[in-house]
């Protein structure tokens, strides 16, 4: 093979790589929805919901979707300062869709209906790797939440959000499974928001329960 020809079918194959670079980097610019891959690293204490929505932030900029403003889906009761705030309320009206294109909810309303697509199938982090999940080693399908089935905040007396998301050694966290597997999956119907309480607040207990201290992010 003569060194014209061998150039010229390098340079083809380069042609064929770009478009589907391309197309990875617009699906990323796209998304609008994802699981953190890391947590805080200190169980439930996110710094808030200000430090909860900064690492939904960070991590979508080093994603190449920093443009957007992000919003992690916790909410927090009546004992936060300027009192309760329901996750569903802080996210934007949707569409939402995760790093791989497909809409997972296409507004509040869809969002917390039998509709929703939040399934096994659809769970991914903001890398578009999937997430550990039930069968998985480790099992790290409790999300944080702090919400009911509705994504509204538990009354005050209920401290289901960690202290509002600032303490690891303080009260308990209501988790949802992230691994509901379509509309006949009776056992964990809605429950990607709202499942089961956490043993406690700090990472050991959130990660014996099956978590890791993880938990959803949207652009509004």
């Known amino acids: 093979m003569n060194v014209t ?14 478009p589907l670079g391309g197309s990875v980097e617009a699906q990323q610019n796209n998304m609008s929805f994802f699981v953190t891959s890391v947590g805080s690293g200190k169980g439930a204490d996110l710094g808030g919901l200000a430090g909860a929505d900064q690492h939904c932030q960070q991590l ?8 957007k403003t992000w919003r992690a889906y916790l909410s927090t009761n009546a004992g936060a300062q300027g009192g309760a705030v329901n996750a569903r309320d802080r996210i934007g009206n949707g569409p939402w869709q995760n790093a791989k294109g ?26 578009g790797n999937p997430v550990k999940l039930r069968g998985d080693t480790p099992n790290m399908h409790d999300m944080l939440t702090g919400s009911d089935l509705e994504g509204k905040a538990f009354p005050g007396n209920l401290n289901l959000t960690c202290n509002n998301w600032t303490s690891s050694t303080f009260g308990s966290a209501m988790l949802g499974h992230a691994d509901r ?7 964990y119907q809605k429950s990607w928001v ?21 938990f959803y992010c949207f652009a509004q």
Request: one cysteine or more; aromatic letters at 2%; glycine letters at 10%.
């Open 5 to 18: 020809m061998r150039f010229a079918m390098l340079a083809a194959a380069a042609v064929m790589v770009l």
């Open 60 to 67: 979508a900029a080093a994603a190449g979707a920093g443009a």
């Open 102 to 127: 497909t809409v997972v909810a296409t507004s509040v309303a869809d969002l917390h209906s039998d509709n929703n697509k939040v399934t096994r199938a659809n769970i991914m982090d903001e890398k």
């Open 181 to 187: 597997e379509g509309i006949a999956d009776t056992v």
């Open 194 to 214: 709202s499942s089961h309480m956490s043993r406690s607040c700090s990472q050991p207990d959130l990660v014996a329960t099956g978590g890791g201290g993880l």
